[in-house]
């Protein structure tokens, strides 16, 4: 079973520009998560789809980050524009329902500069 | 509110020594609690739970035990290889909902 993939894993832009990341989670778990670190700081809690709704966007910083979920598959994290504190490892994760069956990306580490 | 506070780091020991990384919480209700590992280049990896009190959890030599009493869940692991060199985040969830609470995380190191 394929896991959690996420693209890029790195990416490096410049303050004010836009960048897309992708989370592709397992196939069949109706549960998606954002989450980031920022450097040194505890790994927090972005936001949470159920299949294709928003369940919990409770963590979004601000107006800049856009999530998405067409389809109820693959999911897509817009940071628009981007500013320096945006920088930090953005993780996803998927789960069929229950807490122990989260499995978790790689993650995509994004550098602001 | 939840909220979990873990070992700053980083920590390096030897090889075969004892570790131990302390992590406290703070929840409303009866949380299920979590040791997550992230080894270079990889994501976040499952690497035991307890759900209630007094419950250990264990794997890979690594246990930790649910104290209620002292808000506690430490980890760990009599003698650490080289190959357990990685992050370690303690986390919660709170079964209400799907979300995760972390701590920062302690990165260990383990030399020969």
């Known amino acids: 079973e394929a896991g959690v993939t996420q693209f890029p894993s790195h990416s490096v832009i410049e303050k004010g520009q836009t960048v897309t990341l992708r989370c592709d989670p397992i196939?069949?778990?109706?549960?998606l998560y954002w989450y980031r670190r920022v450097m040194g700081k505890e790994i927090k809690f972005l936001l949470h789809?159920?299949?294709?709704?928003?369940?919990?966007e409770s963590g979004m910083p601000n107006n800049r980050f856009l999530a998405e979920r067409t389809g109820g598959t693959y999911s897509t994290l817009k940071v628009q524009p981007a500013e320096l504190e945006d920088s930090g490892v953005y993780f996803c994760a998927s789960s069929q329902a229950r807490a122990e069956g989260y499995t978790f990306g790689s993650g995509t580490r994004l550098t602001v500069v | 509110g939840n909220s979990v506070t873990q070992m700053e780091g980083p920590v390096t020991l030897s090889e075969e020594a004892f570790l131990t990384i302390n992590c406290t919480y703070t929840a409303t209700g009866y949380p299920s609690l979590f040791w997550y590992v992230q080894y270079p280049g990889e994501g976040l990896q499952l690497l035991l739970k307890a759900t209630k009190a007094d419950d250990k959890g264990s794997n890979k030599g690594f246990e930790a035990t649910y104290r209620k009493e002292t808000t506690s869940f430490h980890l760990e692991k009599g003698s650490v290889q080289v190959s357990d060199s990685a992050v370690y985040f303690c986390a919660l969830n709170r079964n209400t909902g799907n979300q995760f609470y972390f701590g920062t995380g302690t990165s260990l190191t383990v030399i020969p």
């Open positions: 789809f159920v299949k294709e709704s928003k369940q919990d």
């Open positions: 196939s069949g778990h109706d549960n």
